[in-house]
């Protein structure tokens, strides 16, 4: 009697308007394109490249090494400004322009096609590349006035509410104390050295793993997140 109630219940919910079939929302799409962005052949499931990047320069310090000159972020940095952001120097840098203020996704989805770039189907299907071009027009954002260029803190966020959202969202995988991965450096050392990763991983989930993205939810809880993280232990 009960599974025929939950059943009858069931139809009716497939009726209403958007509940039934409905296409992925562009919150979706921005943030599995995200996901694409930090680390493509994880997210899709794709063997990763083996030939270095032709686009990758030959001066940068990690062409060739482990598909990371495929990786979006290797030229175009966590903080979407490329030469001109937290890449201006240091082992990361390649001299390649970033990706903030990025054309119509039509327009990127080509890009990515061209010879340059040189996605092709094999790496990126027409879905892919349609979720990797919504990020870069609609995920992309200038963290400028999110995180301090100079001690990397998140601006106006707080650690305690930042505290409650990562006990209870967060630590069932990661520990209390933000160790408990084995393959993964402690989320306090990471929070304290790029704080713009983190943030980018928050917004939009790891790569090719069930971590939710928290895109639909307001910028001050991956900011007061970022605050929360930097105060776990680095070692």
């Not at 308007?17 to 919150?27: K, L, N, R, V």
């Not at 990471?190 to 928050?202: D, M, Q, T, Y």
């Not at 069930?210 to 639909?216: L, N, T, Y």
Request: hydrophobic share 35%.
């Amino acid at each position: 009697m009960m599974k025929r109630f939950h059943l009858a219940c069931l139809g009716v919910l497939l009726t209403l308007p958007g509940f039934a079939c409905a296409d992925s929302s562009i919150e979706y799409s921005t943030s599995r394109g995200g996901r694409l962005y930090d680390k493509w052949f994880k997210e899709a499931d794709r063997p990763s490249p083996k030939a270095a990047n032709p686009a990758y320069p030959d001066t940068g310090k990690y062409k060739g090494k482990k598909a990371s000159d495929w990786r979006c972020k290797e030229c175009h940095g966590w903080d979407y400004k490329g030469r001109d952001g937290i890449y201006a120097k240091g082992k990361h840098f390649t001299g390649v322009a970033g990706v903030l203020g990025s054309d119509a996704a039509d327009h990127m989805q080509r890009i990515l096609r061209d010879a340059n770039h040189g996605y092709g189907e094999a790496m990126l299907d027409e879905h892919d590349a349609r979720d990797l071009a919504n990020f870069l027009r609609h995920g992309v954002i200038d963290m400028a006035p999110y995180i301090d260029s100079t001690s990397g803190d998140p601006v106006d966020a707080d650690a305690a509410r930042g505290q409650v959202y990562y006990e209870t969202v967060c630590a069932n995988c990661h520990g209390l104390d933000g160790k408990a991965e084995d393959t993964a450096p402690p989320l306090g050392k990471v929070a304290r050295s790029n704080p713009w990763e983190v943030l980018h991983k928050i917004v939009n989930g790891q790569p090719g793993a069930e971590m939710p993205s928290m895109r639909a939810f307001d910028m001050q809880v991956s900011l007061d997140l970022v605050k929360y993280l930097r105060t776990l232990p680095a070692e």
